[in-house]
């Protein structure tokens, strides 16, 4: 699985580039001020870099594939980071926004609070988090050797309230790929406290 997103660059970016990502990135975009500086973590090909950078945001992304990172800079014209989201030194940047569509469907269920925290670290105050995951329970191998973690809105909204996050938009939607599939969408507000 490690290096699955960079061998299968091409194929991956052809199931999920031409998909509209309206309905995921309308309710974050609601709560930003116009310009808003906006850090699309787990960015793949850029799909979304273009359609935020169209909305008139100051976008830019980070991926750890250095093929999709490649095709997301060619595509979207953005600084795209190359690095693993799960060791990278958020600290170093400053945005008034994150969105990780999909980018979380990885982390176990251990580490999603810290990778979420450390995240935080890239965040002004107040500030937005959009985050997507698959709804089940435990893991699910994929068919292509992919481990995807699944999560309940309860598991989730307890790590949101340890991390002083408030929901300010949720949604259940079925994926467009895989029909069985559904996604659990979160906008998330990070305020004046900062998470111990």
Known sequence: MKDYYQKHAKDYHD???????NSILSPLVKQLAPKSKILDIGCASGRDLIWLSKKGFDVQGLERASELARMARENS?????EADFKTFDFSSLDVDAIVAVGSLVHVGHDRLESVIKSCLRAVGRPGHILMTLKEGQGFKEGSDGRIF??????????IFQCL????????RQVSKIKRNDIWLGYVVKYDWTAPS
């Open 149 to 158: 973690a699944l999560w309940q809105e309860n598991e989730l909204e307890e």
């Open 164 to 171: 002083q996050l408030s929901i300010v938009d949720f949604s």
């Open 77 to 81: 014209g953005c600084n795209v980071i």
């Open 15 to 21: 199931k999920t580039f031409q998909l509209d990502p």
